[in-house]
């Protein structure tokens, strides 16, 4: 008979089918009826918040004093140092540094023995918890430099590892956070926007909790936890 579906067309058909129950799945799963899913993209986006910045390497955390790290930066300039853009010693947890006029300062991180594990989150009484807590939502977020890789010395994981679950602990504390993958090749920098549109560093996480929870509920429901504990 001429007027046959194709076997082609059949299957065109049965595919587009599939597409949209598929698609009716995903809605129905979003939105149901008693329960309500936010969905959270992770895009950039302006913020009068001041950055904080972190390197992550290995399972390590490292909090980046910027005025330490500038002062030291200084002084090794005005010593020549850092003349023909040289890598110098910033003398700051290992930090390599070298200045570059479009660039401003790159660090590069090779020795990570004295940094923070990642995991010392968990202790109430630790370095990078400490400088985790000390950011103020209202003022500052969080911005990591991600060494995406494991070397030799690394015994629980990556740096993108150490990164994930600090930014949950930031969120749970209603921190926003931002970040970029960083290498040997292309080190962690810190410039000012003037000098380079890629001189730009903003969050694309938010920080959030629970949906209609208030911060400062929820610290305070931290502290009669330690109240309670001791």
């Avoid at 200084?74 to 853009?85: D, I, V």
């Avoid at 995991?119 to 977020?141: G, H, M, N, V, Y």
């Amino acid at each position: 008979m001429k007027n046959l579906i194709s076997l082609d067309s059949l299957t065109d058909i049965v595919s587009n089918s599939v597409g949209i129950l598929i698609i009716f799945a995903v809605i129905n799963l979003i939105h149901d009826d008693s329960k309500t899913y936010q969905l959270e993209i992770p895009l950039e986006h302006d913020t009068d918040l001041s950055p904080v910045f972190f390197i992550s390497k290995n399972d390590r955390i490292l909090a980046l004093n910027t005025d330490t790290l500038f002062a030291n930066a200084t002084l090794q300039a005005t010593s020549n140092a850092a003349a023909n853009k040289r890598l110098f010693s910033l003398d700051y947890f290992g930090l390599l540094g070298k200045i570059d006029d479009k660039k401003g300062i790159s660090f590069f991180a090779r020795d990570t023995s004295e940094w923070p594990e990642f995991k010392e989150i968990e202790k109430r009484s630790s370095t990078l918890r400490d400088s985790l807590d000390k950011l103020d939502p209202a003022k500052q977020f969080a911005y990591f430099f991600v060494y995406d890789n494991t070397e030799d010395g690394s015994s629980s994981g990556s740096g993108f590892e150490a990164f994930r679950e600090t930014r949950e602990y930031l969120k749970s504390r209603f921190i926003k956070s931002g970040w970029q993958p960083v290498n040997s090749e292309s080190p962690a920098n810190i410039c000012s926007r003037s000098i380079s549109r890629r001189c730009v560093y903003q969050p694309s996480y938010l920080g959030g909790g629970k949906s209609g929870s208030n911060p400062n509920n929820s610290l305070n429901n931290e502290n009669k936890s330690d109240n309670k504990a001791q």
